[in-house]
């Protein structure tokens, strides 16, 4: 016989399975900050197409990577297949 604690055990766990099945559908904005320092009104006024920006970020810095306006990683740019990626680097705890 099943004792009562561990069915209640038992159907919290699934109860949660479902709210996380549920929550995984949710569509979340991701974003990397890629922030250009010094950049003014001009420099906006002056962009057109094949303008470069200098991030002035060396190989290998750290980006924020930010879902819902909240931080949850750092990462860096990387190449994966001719298209550019972001590498995470370390997870905010």
């Excluded at 990577?65 to 994966?80: K, L, P, S, Y």
Aim: aromatic share 6%; glycine share 6%; proline share 4%.
């Amino acid at each position: 016989m099943e004792s009562r604690p561990a069915q209640i055990a038992t159907d919290q766990s699934l109860d949660e399975e479902a709210a996380w099945a549920r929550l995984k559908g949710l569509v979340c904005q991701l974003s990397v900050e890629v922030r250009i320092p010094h950049f003014t009104v001009r420099n906006l006024l002056d962009l057109a197409p094949g303008s470069v920006l200098d991030t002035r970020y060396e190989e290998g810095s750290h980006l924020p990577v930010i879902v819902n306006g909240q931080i949850i990683a750092w990462g860096e740019f990387d190449v994966v297949d001719e298209n550019l990626a972001v590498r995470l680097t370390e997870l905010v705890s």
